[in-house]
């Protein structure tokens, strides 16, 4: 299943498109750690395409993005740099595991509707980008149409009218424009919050129909969302709501009308085209030539849907045709079993760039812990600061985490990072659970505490394959 990632560019950062090779990589530096040659090829795919676009027209279109494929065993930051990169990025970006389309009940699910997936998140960010620069003109207008609500201009508002009490002489215009006055005020003040109010807006609950659909539907090439979108278009109803609540509804509806679909659907389309990112992960899943049949569907068969996509052809999304020549591909993979060289010839022509993440070392498990900007100790940290428990690792905690984590992976089966995670979730298990009934509001995690809650199960052959 694809999710979207991006659209939380939360820093002050420049757009993706502005930023050097150089900066891309400091800013995954700050989340992703080690994996120098990852990032480095991942910013020059991305540059090249600003590049690109400074080329004219008739060269830009011959230089096709150069596809890249991250192969290194689990948990050593794929994803992760995938993930990252998305938040970064004001691209279209989305992440499919190439093996969904292998599994039972996907049978054929077809290829093409990454692009249609990909389609829409480039129409949604569009969409919100559009929205926050109408954002202040729906604004006014919204408190216009409120106040018309609470005080219907003549009479016979068609409106349930919850004017105040005071007598409003609807003849004395001058004493009307008083009272709309003071009830602007009153209404940016908050004061007539809770107030109920009857509102007609956008009926938006149709989407609710994709639970339905599911993806199976895809196999039939039906979309239910768009059968039913194009069934009952814009209908409206009535709602008795609080004004604070009336205020998100119209808000909506008012950006709505104010910004131009077709620009937007024209502009999102282009954006798809020219800077989206489609990140395949598992792409080793589908290596393999011909396989033995039975119910698994054929690897084979998925590399060669997946040929025209990568290569460039155009594909139909409801929002019209999408070329898909310049979509940059990222595909990762352990490549354990398989081999890049077992992919099809021609798969493999595709993904001219490879990078070999590297497995991590003791240090980089030290550091993974402690430097990325959100890393593991710092979220647990945060976790237990709402409710009030200070949580402080000591310098020698870490580097005993850390050894465990490599012992473990040595010992049973080398999950790199991913280690971190059971690992840290075994130490602080009790910490966690008790929360704020402990008594020392100050919990210090030294080598000792790491050392009483972990050997044990280290030591533990058994155990360890269990627990840890
Ligand atoms: N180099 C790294 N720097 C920081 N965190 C990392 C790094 N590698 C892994 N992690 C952490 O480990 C977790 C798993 O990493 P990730 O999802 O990137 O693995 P992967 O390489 O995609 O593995 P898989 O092949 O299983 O999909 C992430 O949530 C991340 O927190
Ligand atoms: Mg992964």
């Known amino acids: 299943m694809p999710i979207y990632l991006g659209g939380q560019t939360t820093e002050n950062m420049p757009k993706l498109d502005e930023l050097t090779p150089r900066q891309i990589v400091e800013a995954l530096d700050k989340y992703v750690v080690g994996q120098a040659k990852a990032k480095r090829s991942v910013a020059i795919a991305l540059r090249n395409r600003i590049r690109r676009q400074k080329l004219p027209a008739e060269l830009a279109r011959d230089v096709l993005p150069k596809n890249i494929l991250m192969i290194g065993s689990t948990g050593v930051g794929k994803t ?4 990252r990169l998305a938040r970064l990025a004001d691209s279209p970006f989305i992440k499919i595991e190439a093996s969904k389309f292998t599994e039972v ?18 129409i949604d960010m569009t969409k919100q980008a559009e929205f926050e620069k109408v954002l202040a003109r729906a604004r006014e207008n919204v408190e216009e149409k409120i106040l018309d609500i609470l005080l219907p201009t003549s009479a016979a508002g068609s409106y349930a009218s919850y004017a105040p009490e005071s007598s409003i002489d609807l003849t004395d215009s001058s004493s009307k424009n008083r009272t709309r006055e003071k009830l602007r005020e009153q209404l940016r003040n908050g004061e007539l ?15 609710m129909i994709d639970f339905v659909g599911g993806q199976g539907m895809e196999e039939m090439g039906v979309n239910f969302r768009d059968m039913f979108g194009n069934l009952f278009p814009n209908k ?20 709505e009308s104010l910004v131009d679909m077709e620009q937007i659907t024209r502009s999102a389309i282009e954006k798809t085209e020219s800077s989206g990112i489609i990140f395949l992960d598992e792409l080793d899943k589908i290596a393999g030539r011909e396989s033995g049949g039975g119910p698994e569907v054929s690897r084979e068969g998925v590399q060669r849907d997946l040929l025209p996509i990568v290569e460039g052809t155009s ?27 077992d992919l099809i010839p021609e798969l493999q022509g595709r993904f001219p760039i490879r990078v070999e993440l590297e497995s991590l070392t003791l240090d980089d498990f030290k550091r993974i ?37 490599e012992e473990v992976n040595r010992s049973t089966e080398d999950i790199g990072a991913r280690r971190l995670h ?3 979730e075994t130490l602080l298990e009790e910490i966690s659970f008790l929360g704020n009934e402990l008594e020392e509001k100050h919990q210090i995690i030294d080598a000792e505490y790491v050392k009483s809650k972990l050997s044990g199960l280290i030591q533990d052959q058994n155990l360890r394959q269990y627990v840890l």
Do not use: C, W
């Not at 992760?80 to 993930?83: D, P, V």
């Open 193 to 207: 919050d809770d107030r109920l109010v009857e509102i007609e807006t956008q009926d938006r609950s149709t989407p």
């Open 422 to 424: 059971t690992l840290l």
């Open 369 to 405: 812990l402690t430097q990325p900007k959100n890393s593991l100790i710092k979220q647990y940290q945060a976790l237990l600061k709402t409710e009030g428990i200070d949580l402080e690792f000591t310098d020698d905690a870490v580097s005993e985490i850390a050894e465990m984590t």
């Open 80 to 83: 992760e740099i995938a993930r």
């Open 236 to 255: 409206t109803v009535q709602r008795k709501i609080k004004v604070s609540e009336a205020q998100t509804y119209l808000l909506r509806d008012e950006q």
């Open 315 to 341: 594909v139909n999304t409801r929002y019209g045709m999408v070329n898909t020549e310049h979509i940059l591909f990222i595909a990762a993979g352990a490549f354990h079993v398989s081999k890049p060289s």
């Open 105 to 122: 009940g996907y049978v054929g699910r077809d290829v093409e509707s990454m692009v249609r997936e990909l389609a829409d998140i480039a």
